[in-house]
């Protein structure tokens, strides 16, 4: 059974820093892209970055220049080094990889920032 368990989250305050881990096990395929998705409250989720196995990242606008995604092949985990965080990136971010034919998520986990 796959499973994705993310890391890291908790309270920090604005300006601060913070990185997230995800682990993928359960899986004995190649795992091509990962990648992390927030949802704040009241709004719909978004992603926030994304990692293919072998190509460039991508990132949403709002995080470029702060956020930096990149990821351990050999232990199937992704991580999101988070800096100059702003109270309005408050939201549960979610880690997901395509796996075969489905799509997996973690749980989540909570990123509160404080003003």
């Known amino acids: 059974q796959v499973r994705m368990v993310e890391s890291g989250g908790g309270l920090v305050q604005a300006g601060g820093s913070l990185r997230l881990s995800c682990a993928a096990s359960g899986t004995s395929l190649d795992i091509n892209a990962m990648g992390w998705y927030r949802q704040a409250p009241g709004k719909q989720r978004e992603m926030v970055a994304g990692i293919p196995s072998g190509g460039n990242t991508n990132y949403a606008d709002s995080v470029k220049g702060r956020f930096t995604i990149f990821r351990d092949v050999s232990k199937n985990t992704v991580y999101l080094q988070m800096n100059r965080l702003q109270p309005e990136a408050t939201a549960n971010y979610y880690c997901?990889?395509?796996?075969?034919?489905?799509?997996?998520w973690g749980q989540g986990t909570q990123v509160p920032v404080s003003s």
């Open positions: 997901t990889a395509p796996i075969g034919s489905l799509r997996f």
